[in-house]
T-cell receptor, first 115, second 115 residues
Framework: AQSVTQPDIHITVSEGASLELRCNYS??????LFWYVQSPGQGLQLLLK??????LVQGIKGFEAEFKRSQSSFNLRKPSVHWSDAAEYFC?????????????FGAGTRLAVHP | NAGVTQTPKFQVLKTGQSMTLQCAQD?????MSWYRQDPGMGLRLIHY???????DQGEVPNGYNVSRSTTEDFPLRLLSAAPSQTSVYFC??????????????FGPGTRLTVL
């Protein structure tokens, strides 16, 4: 069965520091992978997605993620965090029969940014 | 373009009451879905629809009904509310539910408390 693990529930970084949020997935074939961000009281916004091709994908707001098949990982990175990046981040996987219509989400990582 | 709208934003129910959460989109999207978000569990798919008149179950469908009579609207019905249904509910839509994935747009959510 498909699953997504985000090992870090909470992460705190200082403004200007680099960031890496971890995501590991379990899936039998090449997955479709996504990162979403949720600001407090808001819905989810898509940051970036991976379908195929270049394993380093660029997203909005200066985020990028790297797909590593050998490690079943899709970690999200940002070189310099801004206070406005404080939010909750969700990794999701989809694909396979019916997979276009069924995303499996991780539990989320809540990011706090110190000034 | 209002995107995906949900009403109400907040709702408190007593056990056994019924209610309908409303979801509408004005982007002419074929695919619509409902998720619930619980702490530490990410988002879980309740029901989805790939077009008017077509619905299917997601990961956690028990206790919920849906119908899709128009492209724009996808209401979620709680027939007899239970405390276990206390959650934040998100509606989402995307252009096409039958082929390659395209971006899913989320509504702002409905926070439901069942006493």
């Amino acid at each position: 069965a498909q699953s997504v693990t985000q090992p870090d529930i909470h992460i705190t970084v200082s403004e200007g520091a680099s960031l890496e949020l971890r995501c590991n997935y379990s899936y039998g074939a090449t997955p479709y992978l996504f990162w979403y961000v949720q600001s407090p009281g808001q819905g989810l916004q898509l940051l970036l997605k991976y379908f195929s091709g270049d394993t380093l994908v660029q997203g909005i707001k200066g985020f990028e993620a790297e797909f590593k098949r050998s490690q079943s990982s899709f970690n999200l990175r940002k070189p310099s965090v801004h206070w406005s990046d404080a939010a909750e981040y969700f990794c999701a996987v989809g694909g396979g029969p019916g997979g276009y219509n069924k995303l499996i989400f991780g539990a989320g990582t809540r990011l706090a940014v110190h000034p | 373009n209002a995107g995906v709208t949900q009403t109400p934003k907040f709702q408190v129910l007593k056990t056994g009451q019924s209610m309908t959460l409303q979801c509408a989109q004005d982007m002419n999207h074929e695919y619509m879905s409902w998720y619930r978000q619980d702490p530490g569990m990410g988002l879980r798919l309740i029901h989805y629809s790939v077009g008017a008149g077509i619905t299917d179950q997601g990961e956690v469908p028990n206790g919920y009904n849906v119908s899709r009579s128009t492209t724009e609207d996808f209401p979620l019905r709680l027939l007899s509310a239970a405390p276990s249904q206390t959650s934040v509910y998100f509606c989402a839509s995307r252009l096409d539910g039958t082929t390659r994935y395209n971006e899913q747009f989320f509504g702002p959510g409905t926070r439901l408390t069942v006493l």
